[in-house]
């Protein structure tokens, strides 16, 4: 309300209130009242009558206007922004209603900006494969994303506000939040971590200062970055190359054993000689066949991953027949009788001879683990989604602690039986990449002294 309008509305009672203060004192003068006086003290008493009643309408007005206002500001502290007062009558509080309304559009406005612009920021640190997190100087979490919650083993609603060493135990990740803490500068380090659920975890972390919007120091930063998959493979590598190592300096050594006593003199009595010589060939087909089957297993792993191994529509029974064909002569030699169980018309997308390679692997371990005498079982079905190409036999069964890693390169269960029946240790694996590359998976079941049954799931056409 502006002074002016203020004032004319008040005009009319100013005036009566004047003209009373002008009479009182004449009201004063004399002991005896006359009858002018009696006028006055009327008009007095009738002036500030009707001044009590403008004020108190005004006053009344503008209790309504600023309770009102009162009302909006709760409403605003309670967050309820959007709503507006309307213009109040008399339009002398326009101004005041109007400032309120338009504090509240503001307040609206930078509230809308604030929170878009942390769900911006939240949408970022979740979509983000790293690990994120931040503490204060207390070390209290004060953001986690849940790659973050992921990598340590917590909930990102537990976490929020409790210090680390509460959230994650881990002694590495703790001296790497001090030292940015104390000295206040990045620092990274690789950190093993054990889950509650006893997995390990490596990662990589690097943290550094937090600093609020005047450059203030308030905290550290870590961003976490999971190695385990690469230090896994890492460890796979290594123990390939220690394997390789291993199994072709067995055979190796050997031949060069002989050789050695044959030069020695050996090799001048023909019996011995022919003995020696004998071990020698052997130990040169093993070298052979290990090296076939190394080679073999990573032009099937390189295939795969350039996708060049061809599928095309083949007939499942012709594959099984050949693969049959292949081993028949060992199953021969040793007494096992092959039975092969497969319609017709079954056609999947194959490689026709890499898949033969895994039946034929499969199906000469079956003989090779098995008492002479017995049957190895070959079968193929349509099931659901998929075809299964099963190889059953009544052999020797391999242990349960053995059968998640039976699948592993030179992975054996006893390595002087396999050796001796001429195994390489990587046909099981030959078939997990032959079958991973047409899109299938391998599995197995077998108890010990009941025999075994491996199935290659390939998926319909
Ligand atoms: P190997 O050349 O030694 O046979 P594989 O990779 O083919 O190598 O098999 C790995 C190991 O799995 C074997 O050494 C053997 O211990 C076990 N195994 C594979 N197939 C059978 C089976 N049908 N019955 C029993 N054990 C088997």
């Known amino acids: 309300m502006t002074r002016k309008r203020l004032f004319r509305q008040l005009y009319p009672s100013y005036l009566f209130v004047a003209l009373a203060a002008a009479a009182v004192p004449l009201a004063l003068l004399g002991p005896r009242p006359v009858p002018w006086q009696g006028v006055a003290a009327a008009s007095v008493a009738f002036a500030a009558a009707v001044a009590a009643l403008g004020s108190f309408s005004i006053a009344r007005r503008l209790g309504r206007v600023l309770s009102q206002v009162r009302q909006m500001l709760e409403r605003y502290a309670q967050g309820d922004l959007g709503h507006k007062l309307p213009t109040p009558d008399p339009e002398e509080f326009a101004a005041l209603v109007e400032a309120v309304n338009r504090a509240g ?241 079954l056609e999947a997308r194959i490689n026709p001879v890499l898949l033969e390679q895994a039946v034929a692997n499969l199906i000469d371990n079956a003989i090779k683990y098995s008492p002479p005498g017995q049957t190895v079982r070959v079968e193929a079905h349509r099931v659901a989604t998929e075809f299964e190409i099963r190889v059953e036999d009544h052999g020797c ?8 890693r039976i699948f592993e390169r030179f992975y054996r269960v006893d390595k002087a039986r396999s050796r001796e029946l001429g195994g390489t240790g990587l046909g099981l694996a030959i078939v997990k990449h032959i079958v991973q590359a047409h899109g299938g998976r391998t599995t197995v079941k077998s108890a010990l002294g009941e025999g075994s049954t491996f199935c290659i799931h390939l998926p319909r056409l």
């Open 397 to 404: 069964g391999i242990g349960r602690e053995h059968l998640p």
């Open 105 to 345: 559009a503001q307040l609206d406005r930078r509230i809308g900006e604030l929170m878009r612009q942390r769900n911006e920021r939240e949408a970022v640190l979740a979509s983000m494969a790293e690990g994120v997190l931040a503490v204060d100087r207390d070390e209290r979490l004060i953001s986690l994303n849940h790659a973050g919650a992921e990598l340590i083993g917590a909930e990102v609603e537990h976490a929020l506000g409790r210090s680390l060493p509460e959230v994650v135990r881990n002694p590495a990740l703790q001296r790497l939040v001090s030292d940015v803490l104390d000295r206040q500068e990045s620092t990274a380090d690789e950190i093993e971590l054990s889950l509650h659920d006893g997995q390990q975890r490596t990662l990589h972390a690097q943290g550094s200062v937090l600093y609020d919007s005047a450059e203030k120091p308030i905290g550290a930063l870590v961003v976490l970055h999971d190695l385990t998959p690469i230090k896994r493979l890492e460890n796979v590598r290594r123990d390939f190359v220690a394997n390789v190592s291993h199994e072709l300096k067995t055979p190796v050594t050997s031949i060069k054993g002989f050789v050695e006593t044959l030069l020695d003199g050996a090799v001048r009595d023909p019996a011995e000689a022919d003995r020696f010589l004998r071990i020698i060939a052997a130990q040169a087909d093993r070298l052979q066949a290990i090296l076939e089957d190394l080679l073999t297993l990573s032009r099937v792993e390189e295939g795969t991953e350039k996708m060049e191994i061809a599928l095309e529509p083949g007939n499942l029974k012709d594959v099984l027949r050949a693969a049959v064909q292949v081993c028949q002569p060992k199953a021969d030699e040793r007494h096992i009788r092959i039975e092969l169980v497969c319609d017709d018309g």
